[in-house]
């Protein structure tokens, strides 16, 4: 359903009880549209994001990589 911003700002209630239970809103200003829906619909559209921590899991293995510092002198400087 469309809704017109004053009217939308008055029905708010009802407005996200239509989005909940019939699916999204539409919501105009002028030349501006917006759209109002659950976030299950939300998330359904663009997906579930992992958390950091599977983020960081879901990155390359630093399995063999060499983090031994290196023990050859420093540079000579003269003082």
Known sequence: MAWKLAE???RLTEVVNLALTEGPQTITRRNDRVVLM???R???LVG???DFKDFLFSGPSFE???LERDQSPA???DL
């Open 38 to 40: 659950s976030a299950a």
């Open 42 to 44: 939300y998330e359904e």
């Open 64 to 66: 063999g990589l060499d």
């Open 8 to 10: 939308a700002k008055n």
């Open 75 to 77: 540079r000579d400087v």
């Open 48 to 50: 579930k994001r992992p």
